[in-house]
């Protein structure tokens, strides 16, 4: 029987990469998406029987629970989840509204938390693997982020709370990317390529922009079983930026 993983936020951006690879590894990937034009454009480009799409509003109880059950229901087994669902509202403080700040909270953090709520007595079944996308913004900020850089300071909190209330069976960790190119790997509306300077390339460490397969190598890492020491990490994927004095 293939092992079933969920990628929620899995049908566009780093999501959507990470799903392709590991249907590409074998995987039955359940990708949970609210964006319905956004799942209607990435089914055509996948057969039916290695990924199955549950639109599902993360930070909705209701449709979290009946999402993992008909994931469940429908491959017999959860494997993996991935919580990768997220939004943004960048804007000055002072025109930033509550209810913009709550629906950053509730999908980025409050997401992750139901997912892994529900998901929980599957993967402890499994001994499977939980993965919280996290983000270099939880520690380090520019202006104007404060509701994404407070959410994905909770899903770090958050990632190593669940690893010790969820170990031995279950293994948590997050991966907080920096700089990911994912233009081109939108939905047909927004995807654009957007023209990346030698200079934005070269102030990374490592050379280069991240690509969404930079994080999906590290999925695949932390789902292997034969990592089964590693919980409660976080491992940031940004091209050593975040390691790098910068001075004006």
Known sequence: MRKNIIVTGGAQGIGKIVSLHLQKKGFHVSVFENDRQAIKEFQQEVPADTISFYPCDVSDEQEVKAAIRQSAERVGRIDGLVNNAAVAANKPLAELTLEEWNRVIGVNL??????????APFLQKSNGSII???STRAFQSEPNTEAYSASK?????????????????????????????VSAVKKKAKARQIEISEADHLQHP???????????????????PGNSFITGQNFTIDGGMTRKMIYV
């Open 110 to 119: 409050t997401g992750g938390f139901l997912c892994a709520k529900y998901a």
């Open 153 to 181: 300071g909770g899903v770090f909190a958050l990632t190593h709370a669940l690893a010790m209330s969820l170990g031995p069976e279950v293994r948590v960790n997050c991966i907080s990317p920096g700089w990911i190119d």
């Open 206 to 224: 490592a050379g280069r922009v991240g690509k969404a397969e930079d994080i999906a190598h590290m999925v695949l890492f932390l789902l292997n």
């Open 132 to 134: 919280n996308l996290c």
